[in-house]
C-alpha cells in the first residue's frame, strides 16, 4: 500500500478542489493522509477512511518565528509518518513542505496556486523560498501560464512540470442550470474575506450599483481571513447594500440562485469560482489578471475588467445588467460549453494519477 500525505493552509482546499482525487486515490488502494488545521469538512474524508493530522498554518502571517515553527511541524509530522509521496497545496504549505520533503527525500508534488505580490528586497527573498521549496520536485503542476514562467525562470527549467486547468471543475456535480427569470439580479462573491481577494472593490461597487439599480443583491460568501472586515460588512449589511450569508458547504443552491458571479481577486492561481458558476451556467464578472481571466471570455461567457479598477468594474456590470434576459442566459449557456470543453476536473485527476504512478514504478 502507497502512503500519500496532502498538505494545504485549509480544510476547504481539499474539500472543495481536491475531493475526486483524494477518493480516487483511497479507491485504488492507497492510504491518505491529510496535513491541515482542523475544519469541519474534513469530517467528510474522516468518514471515507482518510486521516488527518491537525496543524497550525498562518496562512496570511509574515512571521519568521511562526514560520520556522512551521517548517519544523512539518518535518515532525513527515518523518513520523515516512509517506511515499507528498501532495502540497497553497504558496506556504507547498514552499515550507516542499523544503522538508526535499530535505527527507520523499518524492513530492507542488501545486502552487497564485503568486504572492513581492518587490525590491521581499521579491528576491520569495525567489529564494520559491527555489528552496520546488527545485527537487517530482513534477510542478502549474495553473496558468503567468505562474509557470515566472517560477521555471527561477528554477532554469529543470524542474518537471504539467500545466493543467487549474482544479478543473466537476462538471456532474455541477451540473447546468436553467437561468433565474425574477426580478432582482443577484451577484455572487465567494472568497475568503482579505483585501487581496478583492472584497474593498466589491463593496464599494455594490454600493454604487445598488444606488443606480435598486433591484439588484450583492451576496458575500467565505470566511474572514482578516477580522478587520466583519465590522465594515456589518454596517453594508444594516444599509442594505449587501449580505453575508458566511461559509457554505454547499454552493451550488447559491448559485443557481444567482444571475453572475463577481471576482474581483488581485491573484490567483486558477479561480474555482469561475469554474463552478461557469459549469451551472453562469456568467462571471472578473478582474484580468491570470487565473481569472483564463475562465472568462470576455463579453461572451462574462466581464473582464481592470483589477483594482472600480470604475471599469462597475462599467462591466452595468453593461451586463442592461443585457436582455435572453441575452445573459446565452451567456451563461456559453460558459457551460467552455467548461465542457477546457476544464473538467477529470483531466487534473489524471494528470496526478499519471505522475503518481510514474513515482511509484521508479521506486519499486
Known amino acids: ?43 467528510y474524508f474522516l468518514e471515507r477512511g482518510c486521516r488527518h493530522i491537525d496543524i497550525d498554518v498562518d496562512r496570511r502571517g509574515k512571521s519568521i ?9 512539518y518535518k515532525k509530522i513527515l518523518k513520523k509518518e515516512k509517506p511515499d509521496i507528498v501532495l502540497t497545496f497553497t504558496t506556504k504549505s507547498s514552499i515550507y513542505g516542499g523544503y522538508v520533503c526535499s530535505k527527507l527525500k520523499i518524492p513530492y508534488i507542488v501545486n502552487n496556486a497564485g503568486l ?35 517560477i521555471e525562470t527561477i528554477l532554469k527549467w529543470k524542474t518537471p512540470y504539467k500545466r493543467i486547468p487549474g482544479s478543473g471543475v466537476n462538471l456532474d456535480k455541477f451540473y447546468y442550470s436553467p437561468y433565474p427569470n425574477g426580478t432582482t439580479i443577484i451577484f455572487n462573491f465567494v472568497a475568503r474575506i482579505a483585501q487581496f481577494k478583492g472584497i474593498d472593490e466589491y463593496l464599494e461597487c455594490a454600493k454604487i450599483i445598488k444606488q443606480r439599480y435598486p433591484d439588484t443583491e450583492f451576496r458575500i460568501f467565505g470566511d474572514y481571513d482578516e477580522d478587520k472586515y466583519k465590522q465594515v460588512i456589518e454596517e453594508y449589511e444594516e444599509k442594505g447594500i449587501v449580505k453575508y450569508f458566511g461559509i457554505q458547504m454547499d454552493m451550488k443552491p447559491f448559485i443557481v440562485a444567482c444571475n453572475a458571479a463577481i471576482h474581483p481577486s488581485h491573484y490567483e492561481g486558477m479561480t474555482n469560482v469561475v469554474l463552478e458558476h461557469s459549469a451551472m451556467g ?19 461567457t462574462g466581464y473582464v475588467f481592470q483589477v483594482r479598477n472600480v470604475a471599469d ?46 513515482i511509484v514504478s521508479d521506486r519499486n
Open 282 to 300: 453562469r456568467p462571471c464578472i472578473g478582474s484580468n489578471i491570470p487565473g481569472v481571466m483564463d475562465g472568462i471570455e470576455n463579453k461572451s
Open 116 to 150: 504572492l505580490e513581492a518587490s525590491g528586497l521581499f521579491e528576491k527573498f520569495m525567489k529564494f523560498l520559491y527555489k528552496k521549496g520546488f527545485k527537487k520536485a517530482s513534477c510542478i503542476m502549474f495553473q496558468n501560464s503567468y505562474e509557470m514562467e515566472y
Open 313 to 358: 468594474m462597475v462599467s462591466n456590470i452595468e453593461e451586463f445588467i442592461r443585457l436582455s434576459w435572453h441575452e445573459k442566459e446565452e451567456m451563461g449557456k456559453k460558459a457551460r460549453a467552455k467548461m465542457e470543453k477546457e476544464f473538467d476536473r477529470d483531466l487534473v485527476t489524471n494528470s496526478y494519477l499519471d505522475v503518481i504512478g510514474k
Open 65 to 73: 518565528s511562526k514560520d520556522l515553527k512551521l517548517i519544523k511541524e
Open 1 to 43: 500500500m502507497t502512503k500519500i500525505a496532502l498538505i494545504s493552509n485549509k480544510d476547504n482546499n481539499f474539500y472543495n478542489f481536491r475531493s475526486e482525487l483524494i477518493l480516487k486515490l483511497k479507491g485504488l488502494g492507497n492510504e491518505i493522509v491529510l496535513v491541515c488545521p482542523y475544519g469541519k469538512k474534513i469530517d
